[in-house]
């Protein structure tokens, strides 16, 4: 699946357009610390969090992740925004659980 084909679900939306659409998802990781993220994370992640600010787009950055989905409908500042699309890596909003978006994700066939 490649974030354009995952943008294709009703209740997930892109933060930043502009940004390139066709990195395939390889896997993901739900996490809310950075430590965390940047122990597990491999490249073409799909990082599901709460967290918006700079320090997410960086570490992001550093694995080269897919996307980052901001669940429960958490908004990323403009700047952070401007950031992750200068580094190439899209940000998706939705209003589901975190919970609810790794079964989603799972289902899409990513991490099986």
Known sequence: MTVE???QQPQITLLNPGVTLDKAISNGICCDLLSWAMAK???GMA???VQTHMNVVAVATLHDFACIILSENNVMPDDVLQKACAEGIAVLQSPLSSYAL???LYAGGIGQ
């Open 5 to 7: 084909e995952l943008l």
């Open 41 to 43: 994370g491999q490249e």
């Open 47 to 49: 990082w599901i969090t």
């Open 102 to 104: 790794c079964g989603l």
